[in-house]
């Protein structure tokens, strides 16, 4: 692409709503995976005991599941953004890349 379709495509008022939702959603999840791990390590620091406590009668601790858990949600999480991107934002990107090669 040339520079002056770049300079089209900045301009556009679609990319420029595509770039804010994206940015927005994209901190968002940020700030949940974030939050998520800084309970975490928060957990361990403070409330060891209760992560080294067993689950039942057998040899699972409460820190197994929890991790697991945190691990589980990194993905899902992930996932989220993959589909609102293959949707909603390619969308809006084919809609700016036709705007502009018209």
Do not use: C
Request: no cysteine; aromatic share 10%.
């Amino acid at each position: 692409m040339h520079d002056q379709t770049y300079a089209l495509i900045q301009k556009n008022p679609r990319f420029q709503e595509l770039v804010s939702k994206r940015d927005r959603f994209a901190w968002g999840l940020s700030a949940v995976v974030l939050g998520l791990y800084v309970g975490f390590i928060l957990l361990i620091a403070f409330e060891p005991a209760l992560l080294g406590t067993r689950i039942g009668d057998s040899s699972i601790t409460w820190g197994i599941p929890l991790g697991v858990g945190l691990i589980l949600s990194a993905f899902l999480l992930t996932g989220v953004y993959v589909v609102r991107a293959n949707g909603e934002f390619d969308r809006l990107t084919s809609a700016v890349l036709k705007e502009v090669q018209k």
